[in-house]
């Protein structure tokens, strides 16, 4: 706040005042105002000069410039990683059940007798007459198929049955059919043996690779195993033993019993046995030996086995079964 200043002739005139009032001399009174205006004088103070203020300068008025618009940023964007396309699934195909194909017979090529044998050997059964032994093989469950000279004329005859283990087991069985002519027999016996399958072969199948089984070694339970080639198929116009008259088996229809005449060396005590093909499907029954009548002693023809065709076996099996001879048909 500012203090209020007296001018000197305002004080002068107050101090004037006060000395009429008291009434002393003009020389006095003078004076004394005189000291007194100086001494008040000096109680006024000084007003201390207040600096020239320098006139600040005019600023020119700049254009303003012209606003550019500035793009606002934008957020960088987190890769996304797409995901690999997957291939689509083709749908599988529904597979149409097939029928269960009958097992077809394995190519002879492709099989060894002895691959063969451990299977066959097992329904290739001994039997024996008294002193005498000759060969069968289960046909049927509870049936064995041999020829009618094994037999002979026994009602019933003793069978050995091989088994797995290497032994055998024996059982009676009971002749019931004979056949003469053809040199067949059927047992009736429980032999408990897997039955071979049969077939008929003719004069054409001659070549067709085969084995034959008996017990010409003697050794029961191991039947002997023998291999060669069916020779030909023949018809015997009498007795399968009374080669009178011998022509082709060509598979059409005649007189005589069919014969499949065969290389490999059948022995005594093979009789009544099988003659398989490679698949182990039996298509004769052994019987004999070819011998040359001419000659003194008689002699084997090498080479000249026979056996009884599944042919004559199909024509006279049901009637045997049933105790029928069927020596004259």
């Not at 298509?283 to 065709?309: E, L, Y």
Request: with cysteine; charged share 15%; proline share 9%.
């Amino acid at each position: 706040m500012k203090k209020r200043l007296f001018s000197p002739a305002f004080l002068i005139a107050v101090l004037f005042l006060a000395s009429v009032a008291c009434g002393p001399s003009g020389d006095e009174v003078a004076a004394t105002i005189d000291a007194r205006v100086q001494a008040a004088l000096a109680q006024v103070p000084t007003e201390t000069p207040q600096p020239t203020v320098t006139p600040a300068p005019t600023v020119t008025p700049q254009p303003e410039p012209t606003l550019v618009p500035v793009a606002t940023p934008q957020p960088t964007g987190t890769p996304v990683t797409w995901p690999t396309p997957q291939p689509t699934v083709t749908p599988a195909a529904t597979v149409t059940p097939q029928p269960t194909s009958t097992p077809q017979p394995i190519p002879a090529s492709l099989v060894s007798a002895s691959d063969l044998y451990d299977d066959l050997r097992l329904s290739v059964v001994e039997i024996r007459t008294g002193s005498d032994l000759g060969s069968g093989w289960a046909i049927e469950e509870d049936w064995v198929v041999t020829n009618a000279h094994v037999v002979g004329s026994s009602s019933s005859v003793s069978v050995r049955v091989p088994n797995a283990a290497g032994g055998f087991r024996t059982v009676q069985g009971q002749v019931r059919g004979i056949d003469t002519r053809r040199d067949l027999a059927v047992i009736k016996v429980d032999h408990g043996a897997s039955v071979l399958p049969t077939r008929v072969i003719n004069a054409t199948d001659a070549g067709l690779p085969i084995v034959q089984l008996g017990y010409s070694a003697g050794v029961s339970g191991y039947p002997s195993i023998h291999t060669g080639i069916v020779t030909t198929v023949v018809r015997h116009s009498g007795d399968v033993v009374d080669a009178i008259t011998v022509t082709t088996e060509d598979g059409r229809d005649g007189n005589g019993v069919a014969v499949v005449v065969f290389d490999a060396s059948a022995d005594p005590g093979d009789s009544g046995g099988p003659v398989l093909d490679m698949s182990g499907v039996v298509v004769g029954v052994t019987f004999g030996s070819v011998i040359s009548i001419g000659d003194s002693p008689s002699k084997r023809v090498i080479g000249q086995q026979m056996a009884v065709s599944i042919r004559e076996l199909n024509l006279v099996f049901e009637d045997l079964k049933q105790g029928i001879d069927t020596t004259g048909n």
